[in-house]
Nanobody, 122 residues
Framework: QVQLVESGGGSVQAGGSLRLSCVASENPYMRHSMGWFRQAQGKEREWVGCRDSITLTTYADFAQGRFNISKDNAKNTLYLQMNSLKPEDTAMYYC????????????????WGRGTLVTVSS
C-alpha cells in the first residue's frame, strides 16, 4: 500500500510562506488524485485543494490566490506552497490520495499521511 509522508511544517509569522511536501512511497499519480487537507485544534478536517492525475487543480476559497499545489513526478512528491499566511491557517496539514478524480470530501480519500504542523503567529 502507498505510504504518504508530509514535511515542511513549522512556525512562521503572519505574511510569511511555507512549502509543504508530501512524498509517496510509489508513484500514485497515474490513476489517483492527491489532496491537501488541514485540521485546526478543536475543528473538523477541511479540504485545502486537490490535484488530479493530469493537471487539474482546485482550491478551497480560503486557499485560492494564496496557496499553490504542484507535483514532481520524478520525486513522487506533491507540494503545497503557502503564501501570505494568516494566524487562522494554523493547523495540522495532511496529504491524501484517492482513486479517480478530485474531491473535496474527506471520506473520499482512502490513504492519508500523518500530517505536518503549521503554526502562524500574529
Amino acid at each position: 500500500q502507498v505510504q504518504l509522508v508530509e514535511s515542511g511544517g513549522g512556525s512562521v509569522q503572519a505574511g510569511g510562506s511555507l512549502r509543504l511536501s508530501c512524498v509517496a512511497s510509489e508513484n500514485p499519480y497515474m490513476r489517483h488524485s492527491m489532496g491537501w487537507f488541514r485540521q485546526a485544534q478543536g475543528k473538523e478536517r477541511e479540504w485545502v485543494g486537490c490535484r488530479d492525475s493530469i493537471t487539474l487543480t482546485t482550491y478551497a476559497d480560503f486557499a485560492q490566490g494564496r496557496f499553490n499545489i504542484s507535483k514532481d513526478n520524478a520525486k513522487n512528491t506533491l507540494y503545497l506552497q503557502m503564501n501570505s499566511l494568516k494566524p487562522e491557517d494554523t493547523a495540522m496539514y495532511y496529504c491524501a490520495q484517492k482513486i479517480g478524480s478530485c474531491s473535496y470530501v474527506v471520506t473520499a480519500f482512502d490513504i492519508w499521511g500523518r500530517g505536518t504542523l503549521v503554526t502562524v503567529s500574529s
